[in-house]
């Protein structure tokens, strides 16, 4: 079954360009299907796919057959999991120089993979674009296609009470669950959670084995665990170290894999002011809420954890890095701190519930220095707007984090 994804529409404004196409992401977030279903709407158009070994020799070892095989009767080409070629930005440099008038699409696994094997040879001539497990709206148009264009209509402002209940419901399942398309489409809660597991053990470990013959399994493993217990915190190196068995030159190393192969992400500081604003470290969030509850075992109802605050945060640096936007985080010498940065600028904080629509101290501190237009403070209970120093904050319901674009 194919859901509709966003990213597809942004590919379509460039299938009249001449570069190629790269569709980048984790394992298992759909980039096949993707693929497959842009194809199918394309005359005179071929797939293949790198897992194919007899076609993946032939592309390595003699790319003037390949070419008259796989490129040149047509107009556009689809390969699928391209890292697998040994040599293939050189070569697909060669095709794209050297056979005039195709349109190329490619997909891989992780930005490491395409940055190595692909992007050093294609500059000028690749975009690339990144797919990763399901937005929440994606979800809820599939979930409830009418309630979603009422909410999609509605903008951030109030809703019933009705439907106020049934969108948090949904958006708490997603956060439970998150947003890979295979679990989204399993029948129970049971599958879900057999599939969040696969995910990790299968794929995305095994992504770690692929690019760096990782043997030490359990070292990683506590290094995983030790990051889904911390998100939204800053994290420490020295105690990281301790927990996973790596040592610190190490570990950084292995904390960049985890990142480029979109597990989780370490968001840096921002700061103009290094006496007063500089932290070094950064804190740590992950792409796909579900994951990390799989990873810690951990999937009771949102309402009934210690951790809801945190996943509320997870919830919404999800949102935001999914339209690609630069996050960063803000805090002082003095332990003031705003969750998130968005662009360099645009203040975001996130909140449970709250009693009323008050711009907290770390809030109103980052105002008073920075003077943004507008600020965001997103919250459970509560819609408003206040002013404080000339800044419009917004209080908007968590699910209404499409908002900031």
């Given at each position: 079954?194919?859901?509709?994804?966003?990213?597809?529409?942004?590919?379509?404004?460039?299938?009249?360009?001449?570069?190629?196409?790269?569709?980048?992401?984790?394992?298992?977030?759909?980039?096949?299907?993707?693929?497959?279903?842009?194809?199918?709407?394309?005359?005179?158009?071929?797939?293949?796919?790198?897992?194919?070994?007899?076609?993946?020799?032939?592309?390595?070892?003699?790319?003037?057959?390949?070419?008259?095989?796989?490129?040149?009767?047509?107009?556009?080409?689809?390969?699928?999991?391209?890292?697998?070629?040994?040599?293939?930005?050189?070569?697909?440099?060669?095709?794209?120089?050297?056979?005039?008038?195709?349109?190329?699409?490619?997909?891989?696994?992780?930005?490491?993979?395409?940055?190595?094997?692909?992007?050093?040879?294609?500059?000028?001539?690749?975009?690339?674009?990144?797919?990763?497990p399901f937005t929440f709206n994606e979800y809820l148009?599939?979930?409830?296609?009418?309630?979603?264009?009422?909410?999609?209509?509605?903008?951030?402002?109030?809703?019933?009470?009705?439907?106020?209940?049934?969108?948090?419901?949904?958006?708490?399942?997603?956060?439970?669950?998150?947003?890979?398309?295979?679990?989204?489409?399993?029948?129970?809660?049971?599958?879900?959670?057999?599939?969040?597991?696969?995910?990790?053990?299968?794929?995305?470990?095994?992504?770690?084995?692929?690019?760096?013959?990782?043997?030490?399994?359990?070292?990683?493993?506590?290094?995983?665990?030790?990051?889904?217990?911390?998100?939204?915190?800053?994290?420490?190196?020295?105690?990281?170290?301790?927990?996973?068995?790596?040592?610190?030159?190490?570990?950084?190393?292995?904390?960049?894999?985890?990142?480029?192969?979109?597990?989780?992400?370490?968001?840096?500081?921002?700061?103009?002011?290094?006496?007063?604003?500089?932290?070094?470290?950064?804190?740590?969030?992950?792409?796909?809420?579900?994951?990390?509850?799989?990873?810690?075992?951990?999937?009771?109802?949102?309402?009934?954890?210690?951790?809801?605050?945190?996943?509320?945060?997870?919830?919404?640096?999800?949102?935001?890095?999914?339209?690609?936007?630069?996050?960063?985080?803000?805090?002082?010498?003095?332990?003031?701190?705003?969750?998130?940065?968005?662009?360099?600028?645009?203040?975001?904080?996130?909140?449970?519930?709250?009693?009323?629509?008050?711009?907290?101290?770390?809030?109103?501190?980052?105002?008073?220095?920075?003077?943004?237009?507008?600020?965001?403070?997103?919250?459970?209970?509560?819609?408003?707007?206040?002013?404080?120093?000339?800044?419009?904050?917004?209080?908007?319901?968590?699910?209404?984090?499409?908002?900031?674009?």
């Amino acid at each position: 079954m194919y859901i509709e994804r966003e990213l597809e529409h942004k590919i379509k404004n460039y299938m009249s360009v001449p570069e190629i196409i790269a569709i980048v992401g984790a394992r298992q977030v759909g980039k096949t299907t993707l693929l497959r279903h842009i194809q199918e709407n394309i005359k005179n158009s071929s797939y293949i796919t790198f897992e194919d070994i007899e076609t993946r020799n032939l592309f390595d070892r003699d790319i003037k057959s390949f070419i008259e095989l796989y490129i040149k009767p047509f107009n556009a080409i689809f390969i699928d999991e391209f890292q697998y070629a040994k040599n293939g930005g050189q070569t697909l440099k060669f095709i794209y120089d050297t056979v005039k008038g195709k349109k190329i699409y490619i997909s891989g696994s992780s930005v490491l993979d395409l940055t190595v094997t692909a992007v050093k040879y294609l500059v000028g001539r690749i975009l690339s674009f990144t797919l990763y497990p399901f937005t929440f709206n994606e979800y809820l148009s599939y979930r409830n296609k009418v309630l979603y264009q009422y909410y999609r209509k509605k903008g951030g402002k109030k809703l019933d009470d009705v439907l106020m209940k049934q969108l948090t419901a949904i958006m708490n399942d997603f956060i439970i669950y998150g947003g890979y398309p295979r679990v989204i489409l399993a029948k129970s809660k049971q599958e879900k959670q057999d599939i969040l597991k696969n995910i990790f053990n299968i794929y995305l470990l095994k992504d770690a084995r692929d690019i760096v013959g990782l043997m030490d399994d359990y070292k990683m493993l506590n290094l995983v665990k030790a990051l889904s217990l911390q998100i939204g915190n800053m994290i420490s190196y020295e105690e990281l170290s301790t927990i996973s068995g790596y040592k610190t030159a190490s570990l950084k190393g292995y904390l960049n894999l985890l990142s480029k192969t979109y597990v989780v992400h370490l968001l840096k500081p921002f700061f103009t002011n290094k006496r007063v604003e500089l932290v070094k470290n950064p804190k740590v969030y992950f792409y796909d809420s579900g994951l990390r509850n799989s990873i810690i075992n951990d999937f009771k109802e949102i309402d009934s954890r210690q951790d809801k605050g945190a996943l509320y945060e997870n919830f919404i640096f999800s949102e935001l890095i999914k339209k690609n936007l630069n996050l960063k985080y803000w805090r002082t010498k003095a332990k003031a701190e705003v969750d998130f940065i968005v662009e360099d600028r645009l203040p975001v904080e996130v909140k449970s519930m709250l009693s009323k629509p008050v711009t907290g101290r770390s809030l109103s501190s980052y105002i008073e220095k920075y003077r943004p237009e507008a600020a965001y403070v997103f919250n459970q209970n509560i819609i408003s707007t206040s002013t404080v120093n000339k800044t419009i904050v917004h209080f908007l319901y968590h699910f209404y984090s499409n908002a900031i674009s």
